[in-house]
């Protein structure tokens, strides 16, 4: 279930980082002030897997905002890919200069399986915590480091022919570092580091990078 446990970091993290917020300070994203939509795409590398996402999200400043969107997990050794989906909300909250968000989640994947030998793997997850991130302005450039915290439940069955189905939990807390490179409020770049701790196995930090493009009609 090792495996597992990996996709289920991996999906979490895209999870928490394929959000957007207003002047997207929280998570690094541009504002919904000029774009009350987001392109979002995320490339997540754990320890011995790859994973991709792509989402779309929606708000207006100052309020709710909502995220989903769905992906794919490959891992060393396995010929067969994992699959899954997405959705969050969130409330964004300014605080002074900084904005706070609290953040909630859910995924549902299906995969890796193995059918030589008969077997069916799903996974469910749910993510909550809080993010926070303070924009600092150079030019057209909007420069935004950021943090994030969430709790992650992990849910993984296993079907096997002839056997009755085995399932699984999983939990742990997940600490995001983050630096938004946010260009004409428009465009934005980040890369983002999540250092896994107090779960049920010990895992090394893992990497990601995260993009979005802001379009759509502007804030009244």
């Known amino acids: ?3 597992q ?5 991996a999906i979490v993290s895209l999870l928490v980082s394929a959000s957007g917020a207003a002047a997207q300070a929280c998570l690094g994203l541009p504002s919904f002030t000029n774009g009350s939509v987001h392109l979002n795409a995320a490339a997540e590398f ?3 897997a790859n994973a991709w996402a792509l989402g779309i999200g929606a708000g207006r400043p100052g309020t709710l905002f909502a995220n989903l969107g769905g992906g794919q997990a490959s891992f060393e050794g396995l010929a ?7 959705i969050e909300f969130g409330v964004q909250i300014p605080v002074g200069r900084a904005q706070l968000c609290p953040i909630a989640g859910g995924t549902f994947g299906a995969g890796p399986d193995d059918p030589e030998a008969g077997l069916k793997l799903t996974s469910r997850s749910a993510s909550a ?3 926070l991130g303070l924009p600092v302005e150079a030019g057209t450039l909007r420069i935004v480091p950021n943090i994030a915290v969430k709790y992650e439940y992990l849910s993984a069955r296993v ?3 002839d056997f009755e189905p085995l399932t699984e939990t999983f939990t742990s807390g997940i600490f995001d570092l983050g630096l938004g490179f946010i260009v004409r409020d428009r465009i ?8 896994p701790f107090g779960g049920d196995d010990t895992e090394e930090p893992s990497f990601g990078l995260f993009a979005a493009f802001s379009f759509g009609w ?3």
């Open 5 to 9: 446990r990996k996709l289920g970091i």
């Open 129 to 131: 915590g809080v993010a």
């Open 1 to 3: 279930m090792s495996m």
């Open 188 to 195: 934005s770049f980040q890369p983002i580091v999540h250092f």
């Open 46 to 48: 754990p320890d011995s």
């Open 159 to 161: 079907d096997e022919i």
């Open 80 to 86: 067969e890919k994992s699959t899954f989906g997405f």
């Open 218 to 220: 502007r804030a009244r």
